[in-house]
Nanobody
Framework: QVQLVESGGGLVQAGGSLRLSCAAS????????MGWFRQAPGKEREFVAT???????YYADSVKGRFAISKDNAKNTVYLQMNSLKPEDTAVYYC?????????????????WGQGTQVTVSS
């Protein structure tokens, strides 16, 4: 069992930055693919970024070049650095863990989810 707890959300002006954190329980954190998703009101949950073994990363086109995912296996924590934020980035952001050791972009392939953290970008 893996428990995930996100933090770091908040209100920021367009063009600003935020760093989300996701603390994970469990000793097998390093073996999981970790992902960030977001869900805006009235929309489906969408993939944002993922990191898996070997330091591999993959991003949605909408955030490529602005967001960066990183894992600190010693701290059992995954981060999402978000720069140049836009109003359309406003959503609840979720951290997720997958046992699949490869790129994973579908929500259905993630096994554990955090409770989410709100990010609001004002124009």
């Amino acid at each position: 069992q893996v428990q995930l707890v996100e933090s770091g959300g908040g209100l920021v002006q367009a063009g600003g930055s935020l760093r989300l954190s996701c603390a994970a329980s469990g000793r097998t954190f390093s073996s999981y693919a970790m992902g960030w998703f977001r869900q805006a009101p009235g929309k489906e949950r969408e993939f944002v970024a993922t990191s898996w073994s070997g330091g591999n990363t993959y991003y949605a086109d909408s955030v490529k070049g602005r967001f960066a995912i990183s894992k600190d296996n010693a701290k059992n924590t995954v981060y999402l650095q978000m720069n140049s934020l836009k109003p359309e980035d406003t959503a609840v952001y979720y951290c997720a863990a997958s046992r699949r050791v490869r790129v994973v972009v579908s929500p259905g392939e993630y096994d554990y989810w955090g409770q989410g953290t709100q990010v609001t970008v004002s124009s």
